[in-house]
């Protein structure tokens, strides 16, 4: 029988157990958090410029969104109310609004249409329509659902285009590039 004297595999267990649990699991040092926040800050650094660029080219495209969701709600007020509707365009303000005729005149029909959109700094729009009077700083919706053949081009300031085109005097204007125009 051989005997080792000092040697106790209990006590190894034991003292390795001991360790275990003074050592806190899965903490991070103050200089392993400390580095982690370098590497973010340098990786935002250098995609900072790129971001910016994607952000700016977003402005046009969401006007183009805001542009027809007013021509979409233009078209219900003037059914709905049973009376000509027209979304407004100043083109040097780079504003649109809606107003619906009342007696005779065309009012905002209520505060929160009044307000309409203003485009971002730096994106321009321009309005085409064939409209039988020629070139109107608005278009106008009537109770019948129709409204000239129109297209709403609105270019951001990278040069993108976004053109918000009615190609009949039936359909709704949708948002379509700029060679599937027919105006």
């Not at 509707?85 to 005779?104: E, I, S, Y």
């Not at 905002?108 to 959109?117: D, F, I, K, N, Q």
């Not at 729009?125 to 700083?137: T, V, W």
């Not at 009949?168 to 204007?173: L, M, V």
Request: charged share 20%.
């Amino acid at each position: 029988m051989t005997s080792t004297i000092g040697h106790n595999p209990d006590a190894a267990v034991t003292r390795l157990v001991r360790r275990a649990r003074q050592r806190p699991a899965g903490a991070f040092t103050l200089m392993e958090l400390a580095l982690v926040l370098v590497v973010i800050g340098v990786v935002l650094a250098i995609s900072a410029p790129s971001l910016r660029g994607f952000f700016a080219s977003r402005q046009a495209a969401d006007a183009a969104m805001t542009v027809l969701t007013l021509t979409k709600q233009a078209r219900s007020e003037a059914v709905t109310r049973g009376r000509p509707c027209r979304l407004n365009f100043d083109p040097a303000a780079g504003r649109f609004w809606l107003t619906v005729q009342q007696t005779g005149a065309f009012t905002p029909p209520s505060v929160e249409m009044a307000r309409g959109l203003c485009l971002p700094e730096g994106v321009q729009a321009s309005l085409r329509s064939q409209s039988p009077e020629g070139p109107l700083p608005y278009e106008q919706f009537q109770p019948t659902g129709r409204n000239n053949v129109a297209a709403i081009e609105i270019e951001g300031k990278q040069g993108e285009v976004y053109l918000v085109d009615c190609p009949s005097a039936t359909e709704p204007f949708r948002i379509v590039s700029p060679s599937e125009a027919p105006l």
